[in-house]
Nanobody, 118 residues
Framework: VTLVESGGGLVQPGGSLRLSCAAS????????MSWYRQAPGKERELVAV????????YYADSVKGRFTISRDNPKKTVYLQMNSLKPEDTAVYYC????????????WGQGTQVTVSS
């Protein structure tokens, strides 16, 4: 299982970014996908989740109405559209999946840095 995030960078407050996470090594369309973030000195927190077919989503209260999670199953990619960015959104963003089975296991990408600053 490999997850590779991209799309991070430096953006001014109020700006937008779209993160991508390209997946390989598993049947992408069978599993929910999540985005997490970790700011300096803070614990990693859940940002958004999307179901396997994309019909259900969940957002943390802190990003609800500003971020949108989506997926393209044929392309094996999950996205996080981030609008109206705030300095407090600055963090390393990670995508994650949990492969279920006898021993469920979480897989993480390497992360992509998002910095919101003027």
């Amino acid at each position: 299982v490999t997850l590779v995030e991209s799309g991070g960078g430096l953006v001014q407050p109020g700006g937008s970014l779209r993160l991508s996470c390209a997946a390989s090594g598993f049947t992408f369309s069978r599993y929910a996908m999540s985005w997490y973030r970790q700011a300096p000195g803070k614990e990693r927190e859940l940002v958004a989740v999307i179901s396997d077919a994309g019909g259900r989503t969940y957002y943390a209260d802190s990003v609800k109405g500003r971020f949108t999670i989506s997926r393209d199953n044929p392309k094996k990619t999950v996205y996080l559209q981030m609008n109206s960015l705030k300095p407090e959104d600055t963090a390393v963003y990670y995508c994650k999946t949990r492969i279920t089975g006898l021993l469920p296991q979480d897989y993480w990408g390497q992360g992509t840095q998002v910095t919101v600053s003027s």
